[in-house]
């Protein structure tokens, strides 16, 4: 006898609403009239609000991040979800896609489909569309960067000179290499040039460049977090363990400038070569270059030589005496001692007599001849500037200390041109960095001054000239083509800038462009 199992079948019940058969449930309601009397979404807003950051193209995601995404993409997802967060809580979210709108639109649309438990167990899945607006919104970042005067790290450049040629220099090297690009103010101050950053690592990326082109070193202006900065604490939040600093480096360039007559210690001179004690500067770049006018001996001084061995200058230019070229006398077969250094090749040696330009036609006064490396550039009737260390101030223990035979009676340091036809000639100009042109922070006169003999150091040092950007002065090349002028015979230095070194500036200028037939 076979066994028979009745098969269990669920009855149907009619939808209490449209009377669709459908399966009992606790409502005796078809999905769709329960959809239409329930609403899952209530309470879910459609609309909601972005905030983008139009200068670095960031989010913001509350309470105070901002984080960058591109459009459609799952970060940009992700932020959207999380403004929605709040009030997904009582529902279950199981998908979340884009709706396309147009780039510019300034509009995200973003699908969501839904589910939630509704009316003793029955689970509604519904899916909808929100709507984002963006909204632009500067970033904490940025509304610093934008206020000018809010900085993370300074970076303070100092020269202990009171003719600060050297930081002209610096700002030639600063517009070719953009070092300073990063920088959110430049700022002159007396004794110096000011640069903040809005971050640590910009202001550590200017310093390494300063110490690169320039002889410097750190300097500690007060009590510091490491060896080579000053730390000083802002904000701190010691519950959340947060703090915040402001960043200070304090770099100074060594204080010797170009046409400085400097007094080197004795065991210093020595380890050069045996030169002279008492010696020229010829110029200042990552090195400082030193000759012996003498025996037209050169030595390159490192920065961290210099610093521990430090020399002063003897005169600045306001020292320097004017003296009128009597004779000249080459000198030939000049015999140096054993381990001389490396001798100029651009130099000449020579003897020349001079006498005080204010003294010129006196004659009680007798000529006072001196050795020069200026041999290749004066003849009789030149003008020369030098340090006439007979009736100078020196206050420079090395140089009391020396045998009053080593001292010489005048130091030549440069040969006199007509200034005034010599700026009339000058074809090309510089970039400054700041529109003032005020570097040195001084609203003086001297400052034109100072910055008119820096370009005159250029004319005359080719390798300085090499190191920096020099451009084209179109108005002053027509000027001079109109005038007819440029054939005048001026003396002028023999390292004058060629065409060749100088480059066209760049003309933003909208140029229209003229259509040319082509015969065939």
Not at 320 to 345: A, C, I, N, P, Q
Request: net charge negative; proline share 4%.
């Amino acid at each position: 006898m076979e066994s028979f199992s009745p098969s269990l079948t669920v009855g149907r019940v009619a939808c209490c609403e449209c009377g669709v058969a459908i399966e009992p449930n606790s409502v005796n309601m078809c999905g769709a009239c329960l959809r239409s009397r329930v609403d899952i979404t209530e309470g879910i807003t459609r609309t909601s609000t972005l905030y983008l950051c139009k200068f670095c193209n960031r989010y913001f995601v509350p309470p105070s991040t901002w984080m960058r995404a591109e459009l459609e993409s799952k970060e940009l997802l992700s932020i959207c979800l999380k403004k929605l967060k709040p009030v997904l809580t009582k529902v279950r979210l199981t998908d979340a896609a884009f709706v396309w709108t147009e780039e510019h639109s300034k509009r995200v649309k973003v699908k969501l489909t839904i589910q939630k438990e509704v009316l003793s167990g029955t689970i509604l899945q519904q899916a909808f569309i929100v709507e984002f607006s963006i909204h632009s919104q500067m970033c904490d970042e940025c509304r610093r960067a934008e206020a000018k005067d809010f900085w993370r790290a300074c970076v303070q450049v100092r020269q202990r000179a009171e003719f600060k040629k050297t930081l002209f220099y610096l700002e030639q090297l600063l517009l070719k290499h953009s070092a300073h690009g990063q920088a959110t103010g430049v700022k002159p101050v007396p004794t110096g040039i000011d640069f903040f950053y809005a971050k640590l690592q910009d202001a550590r990326r200017l310093v390494d460049f300063l110490q690169s082109v320039l002889p410097c070193k750190y300097h500690y202006a007060q009590a510091s977090l490491s060896q080579y900065h000053s730390s000083p604490l802002i904000i701190g939040d010691t519950k959340n363990n947060t703090y915040d600093y402001k960043h200070t480096f304090c770099v100074e360039i060594v204080p010797i400038c170009r046409d400085n007559v400097v007094c080197l210690p004795k065991q210093l001179a020595q380890s050069f070569g045996n030169m002279s004690q008492i010696v020229l500067c010829l110029r200042v770049t990552n090195v400082i270059t030193l000759i012996d006018p003498r025996t037209l001996q050169m030595a390159d001084v490192q920065g961290i030589s210099f610093w521990r061995d430090p020399f002063e200058s003897l005169c600045n230019p306001k020292m320097l005496t004017s003296f009128y070229v009597m004779d000249v006398e080459m000198v030939e077969d000049l015999h140096r001692g054993v381990g001389h250094g490396f001798v100029s090749k651009k130099h000449q040696l020579a003897d020349v007599w001079l006498v005080r330009s204010d003294q010129v036609g006196n004659n009680n006064v007798d000529p006072v001849c001196s050795r020069t490396h200026l041999g290749h550039l004066l003849q009789p009737g030149d003008t020369v500037l030098g340090l006439d260390i007979r009736s100078a101030n020196t206050n420079n223990v090395v140089f009391d200390s020396m045998k009053e035979e080593n001292i010489p009676d005048i130091v030549i340091v440069r040969k006199v041109f007509d200034r005034t036809k010599r700026s009339a000639k000058r074809t090309w100009k510089l970039k400054r960095l700041i529109l003032d042109g005020n570097i040195v922070g001084r609203e003086t006169g001297s400052v034109v001054d100072e910055f008119e003999r820096f370009k005159e150091e250029l004319e005359e040092d080719q390798e300085m000239r090499e190191k920096i950007n020099i451009y084209k002065d179109e108005e002053k090349i027509s000027r001079l083509k109109a005038s007819g002028d440029d054939d005048e015979e001026t003396e002028l230095p023999p390292d004058m800038p060629s065409i060749d070194e100088m480059l066209d500036e760049l003309n933003l200028d909208d140029v229209e462009m003229k259509d040319e037939s082509v015969e065939e």
